[in-house]
C-alpha cells in the first residue's frame, strides 16, 4: 500500500478499531503516514533543541557531551517512544497520553496524566519559544532593533504564541500543511548545515567527539557552575538530547485525524525519533568538529554555536542557515 492511499479495507479496519473501544469516528481522518511522522519529526525539531541546547553538552564535558551524550541520551528517549508506539497501536485515538492512562489505570491516572501533559504542553512551548526569541536576537534582531531584552522577548514570544495558536485553530489540514512543510526545511537546513560545517571546518579532529573535558564554571562560559564530578556534568549534557527528543506523542494525539491508524501511527513515532536522533547527532557532531578551538568556544557560553558559524562560513550562507532554523523553530507548535 502506498503511503498516502487509504482504501475501503483500510477505512473499515479503522471504524472497527474505534467501534470497539466504543467510539464513533468524528474526525476527518486527512493525515498521510508522511503527515503522522512529520508532525513528531517538526515537533521534536533539531534544529530548536540541538541548536539552542548545543551549549549544554559542550560546556559539561566537551566534545564527548555531543559524540556520545546524545547516543545515551536519544537511547533513553527511544525506550519511552517504543513503549508509546505499542500502546498507540492498541489504542489509536484521540487524546493520546489522558487516554491511555485511562483506559489502562482507571480514571485518576487519566485524570493526572491529563493535567502533567498540560503543564508539560505549556511550558515546553514557552521553553521553545523563549529560544526561539533568544535566537532570532542573536541572528536577524540586529537588524531591528531586538536586542533580547526581557520586554522584548516576552512581546516576541506572546506574539508568536498567538500565532501559532491561530494555525492550531484552524484545523488539521493547516496544520498538516504546515509541519509538512516543516519537516522538509528542518531536512533541507540540516543537510546545508552538515555539509558546510564539513566542507569550511577549519581542521577536523575527529578525536573529539569521545574526548570529556571538563568546561564546567568559567571553562564553559559558566553554562553550569564549577563542579569536578564528570558523572554529574555527564548526566547534565544529556539535557541536550533529552530536551530534544520530546514531543513524539503528537502522532498519537492526531490518532484519529491519521489513515490506518493502527500501524501509521507508532511508525510515525519510531520513525520520527530514529531519524531525529541520526541525523541530529550527525548534524551536532559536525558542528563539534567545526569549531576552530574548542576550548575558546566553550568559554563563549551560550553564544558558542553563534560564533563558530559566523567565524567559519560566508555571511550569505550563514543569513541562509539561520533563516531556515528560524522557521524550523516558528513552526515548532505542539498539537
Not at 1 to 26: I, R
Not at 254 to 275: L, R, Y
Request: charged fraction near 10%; proline fraction near 3%.
Amino acid at each position: 500500500m502506498a503511503s498516502d492511499d487509504y482504501t475501503d479495507k483500510d477505512k473499515h479496519e479503522d471504524l472497527k478499531v474505534l467501534h470497539g473501544m466504543g467510539y464513533a469516528q468524528e474526525l476527518s481522518r486527512s493525515m498521510s503516514k508522511f503527515s503522522n511522522f512529520a508532525i513528531s519529526f517538526s515537533i521534536i525539531c533539531i534544529l530548536s533543541g540541538g541548536i539552542n541546547s548545543f551549549p549544554q553538552a559542550i560546556g559539561a564535558v566537551g566534545g564527548a557531551g555531543a559524540g556520545i551524550g546524545w547516543i545515551v541520551g536519544c537511547l533513553l528517549s527511544g525506550m519511552f517512544a517504543l513503549a508509546m508506539a505499542q500502546i498507540a497501536s492498541s489504542f489509536p485515538t484521540a487524546g493520546g497520553l489522558y487516554h491511555w492512562a485511562s483506559i489502562l489505570g482507571g480514571r485518576f491516572w487519566g485524570w493526572l496524566t491529563a493535567w502533567l501533559n498540560l503543564l508539560g504542553l505549556i511550558t515546553v512551548l514557552a521553553a521553545i519559544n523563549i529560544g526561539t526569541a533568544y535566537f532570532f536576537a542573536g541572528t536577524f534582531g540586529g537588524m531591528f532593533g531586538f536586542t533580547g531584552t526581557d520586554m522584548q522577548v516576552v512581546t516576541f514570544v506572546a506574539v508568536i504564541t498567538i500565532l501559532q495558536a491561530l494555525f492550531n485553530h484552524l484545523g488539521i489540514k493547516v496544520t498538516t500543511m504546515l509541519t509538512d512543510i516543516s519537516g522538509y526545511i528542518i531536512f533541507a537546513t540540516t543537510a546545508v548545515l552538515v555539509l558546510a560545517c564539513i566542507y569550511f571546518a577549519p581542521a577536523i579532529d575527529i578525536s573529539r567527539l569521545w574526548t570529556f573535558t571538563n568546561f564546567s564554571g568559567e571553562a564553559g562560559g559558566n553554562v553550569f557552575p564549577q563542579n569536578d564530578n564528570m558523572a554529574y556534568l555527564f548526566l547534565l549534557c544529556l539535557l541536550l538530547p533529552v530536551y530534544t527528543i520530546t514531543g513524539y506523542d503528537a502522532s498519537a494525539h492526531t490518532s484519529e485525524e491519521t489513515k490506518a491508524a493502527a500501524t501509521s501511527v507508532p511508525k510515525g513515532i519510531i520513525n520520527a525519533v530514529f531519524w531525529s536522533s541520526l541525523i541530529g547527532w550527525i548534524m551536532i557532531c559536525a558542528i563539534t568538529l567545526a569549531i576552530p578551538d574548542l576550548a575558546v568556544a566553550a568559554g563563549q557560553g551560550w553564544g558558542m554555536f553563534f560564533a563558530t558559524m559566523d567565524a567559519i562560513l560566508p555571511a550569505g550562507l550563514t543569513t541562509v542557515i539561520y533563516l531556515g532554523i528560524l522557521i524550523a523553530q516558528f513552526c515548532l507548535q505542539p498539537r
